[in-house]
């Protein structure tokens, strides 16, 4: 492997039109510190708490909302940026990746470290001093789960992004810890789907950007399967248990018929691109993209048939 890292002239293009873009040095390094929280994941781990929280408070308050909320995303946050601060070196071989703030060069590793840190502490602190040791515990394991354990796990095993789910699936039992009763039913069920939709969605992005993985020595499925009918066997096979999910809470009387019905469209969807994926002779980046797509469009009318259910259904 070489020394450095190919950077062509339009990288550093982008990186000269990001600094004429900000007004001042401190702006700009504010926006880099924001990107090293990757904005729209942490949407879904915020979206996934608020659910939990949402679904198993037995009177709403507004403020305690707002405090679990700001607790979660700082949490997260922290995760997300320490995964940046980890993956610098190998983010600097991968083209979506490349022109990140630190392989870029645009924050010194030791500020993106510092800031994860000090994100870290707040949620964990805030979680925990307004709502106890449970929330906090949980948002702590979410951090050290996705970044010291998956993160590096990420070069030496395929089997990362299973580990990797586990911490994705955290966010709502820290929202339903915050509410009082950490193993709610609906909390408990949004787990589980969750730990499930995350396999397809993380394998289609790998697939779709394989080269990248493969180029940075990521051992990862999309990696390391050639032909891609492994990537879609298994997308297909956490489809299909995403698809009995609410059925089997359904079974145990933990959600009612709404909610199954939704989940139920929303996977079988998913079933569909994951078997199309697996049945089709050239498995491009677009038929990925299609099963991408498809996991995005799932969660949220999911989330919100089990929190509005949850809400008729009362205690």
């Known amino acids: ?43 879904f781990s915020l979206l996934s708490a608020a659910c939990g929280y949402a679904a198993s408070v037995d009177r709403f308050e507004w403020i305690l909302f707002g405090s679990a909320m700001v607790g979660t995303a700082a949490a997260a946050g922290g995760a997300l940026s320490l995964n940046h601060w980890w993956e610098r070196r190998s983010d600097a071989w991968m083209r979506r990746t490349r022109a990140r703030p630190l392989p870029s060069g645009q924050l010194a590793a030791p500020v993106a470290l510092a800031w994860s840190l000090v994100l870290s502490m707040v949620g964990v602190v805030l979680l925990g001093v307004v709502f106890g040791a449970m929330s906090a515990g949980l948002a702590a394991s979410t951090i050290l789960l996705y970044g010291c354990v998956y993160t590096p796990l990420k070069r030496r095993t395929r089997w990362a992004t299973e580990v990797g789910s586990l911490s994705g699936a955290l966010p709502p039992l820290i929202g339903s810890a915050a509410a009082g009763n ?66 089997v809470a359904w079974l145990l009387g933990a959600c009612g018929p709404v909610f199954v019905i939704i ?46 259910e949850n809400l008729f259904r009362g205690p």
């Open 263 to 308: 989940a139920t469209f929303g996977a079988v969807f998913m079933v569909y691109q994951s078997a199309r994926m697996g049945f089709c002779e050239n498995r491009s980046k677009n038929v990925a993209r299609r099963l991408f797509l498809a996991t995005l469009f799932y969660l949220p009318p999911v989330m919100m048939a089990l929190w509005v």
């Open 182 to 247: 950490v193993f709610s039913q609906p909390a408990l069920i949004l787990f589980a789907l969750l730990i499930f939709w995350q396999m397809p969605h993380f394998f289609a992005i790998g697939w779709m950007h394989r080269e990248d993985y493969r180029r940075a020595g990521f051992p990862l499925l999309p990696a390391v399967d050639v032909t891609g009918k492994a990537v879609a066997l298994w997308s297909l096979a956490y489809s299909v248990l995403l698809l009995c999910t609410p059925w």
């Open 1 to 43: 492997m070489p020394s450095n890292p190919p950077y062509p002239s339009s990288l550093n293009s982008s990186v000269d039109a990001l600094e004429q873009s900000c007004a001042s040095p401190a702006l700009q390094r504010l926006r880099c510190l924001i990107i090293l929280t990757k904005p729209r994941l942490a949407f």
